[in-house]
């Protein structure tokens, strides 16, 4: 009588949720439903894929390589790694007015930022303004967490340790004389990293939060004095600087650097000669990678990106060939030749 008790109360209650008996949609899927089915969905991802495309194809996109591996390159001096503080010029010219809004990109090749341990080495408790971690950083810094002299590293870890330091100055050249082309550095990260992720310590002047510490290995200068010019965007909410610390899932990445502004170039670029003015400062020879810059316009798809309208075109095709395929095996099942 116990035993059956306890079968009795394991048993789930006599609901209709419990056994199953609520009212439920089975299709049943037809060739009538599945065929036609698949042609919609090819002639959708097609149209999409042909927008997709288009509108990639209009996009302006300006690359140039300047690590200087070439002798002919112009900043094939600067990448002797012994060579300090170098400067190379790039020129270029645009036959056509480069339409703006014109967003200004840095690329590295063969920089792997997805990879786990390099992810890993920050402090995210420092980068969030707890002046606390300062003193005594995560272990996951290791081993940018302290100098030679056991001094902490703020802000510590590979990921900062490397971040990216070379800078540029574009010149429009009018009538044989340079004129600087405005760049605007403001807004280019991601509002979430610079609002909410990352943060500085409440300490006012910011330096004193950083007493007792010292700069990155790589660093030229510390992080309070990122940018002497706007001491708002300075420390670990830098726009440089978060920008580099959101990492790219690719080992071949642009990033942002600067936004063309300017009451002259509020259309974009006008067709001239240009020069971009480098300070050489990152090395890359080292792990075989390469430098470049970019200039490019975005559209409502964003920026140039042939890939995705490909592959809309490649699986709409694809559908629209399995639904003839479909279409004859069933008719020749259904309605099979007489004998």
Not at 10 to 18: H, Y
Request: charged share 20%.
């Amino acid at each position: 009588m116990v035993k059956e008790t306890e079968e009795t109360s394991s048993r789930p209650d006599n609901t209709a949720f419990t056994q199953q008996r609520l009212p439920a949609w089975q299709p049943m899927l037809s060739a009538g439903i599945i065929i036609p089915g698949f042609v919609v969905i090819g002639l959708v991802f097609i149209g999409i894929g042909v927008a997709l495309f288009v509108t990639s194809q209009n996009i302006q996109m300006l690359e140039m390589d300047y690590t200087g591996v070439e002798t002919s390159s112009p900043c094939f001096r600067c990448s002797d790694p012994k060579v300090m503080n170098c400067q190379c010029e790039l020129e270029f010219s645009l036959g056509k007015l480069f339409e703006g809004p014109v967003f200004f990109y840095y690329g590295l090749s063969n920089f792997f930022q997805n990879y786990r341990k390099y992810g890993a080495s920050r402090d995210d408790s420092q980068l969030s303004g707890d002046i606390d971690q300062f003193k005594a950083p995560s272990s996951d810094c290791a081993p940018y967490q302290y100098d030679g002299n056991d001094k902490p590293i703020v802000p510590c870890g590979a990921i900062a340790n490397s971040m990216f330091n070379d800078t540029f100055t574009l010149y429009r050249i009018i009538d044989g004389t340079k004129k600087v082309v405005p760049f605007d550095g403001k807004g280019i990260a991601w509002w979430s990293d610079y609002n909410i992720k990352y943060r500085n310590p409440s300490v006012s002047p910011l330096k004193s939060a950083f007493n007792g510490t010292v700069k990155p290995i790589f660093w030229s200068k510390p992080a309070y004095e990122l940018d002497p010019s706007d001491p708002a965007n300075n420390g670990f909410i830098n726009q440089d600087f978060l920008v580099w610390m959101r990492r790219a899932a690719l080992p071949h990445f642009n990033k942002l650097y600067r936004r063309i502004t300017g009451t002259d170039y509020s259309k974009g670029l006008p067709e001239g000669n240009y020069t971009l003015q480098i300070s050489y400062n990152y090395p890359v020879l080292s792990f075989d990678g390469r430098k470049k810059v970019v200039f490019s316009n975005v559209s409502w798809m964003g920026g140039k990106n042939q890939f995705l309208g490909i592959a809309y075109l490649v699986i709409g095709s694809l559908c629209v060939v399995m639904s003839i395929v479909m279409l004859i095996v069933y008719a020749k099942f259904k309605f099979p030749d007489e004998e």
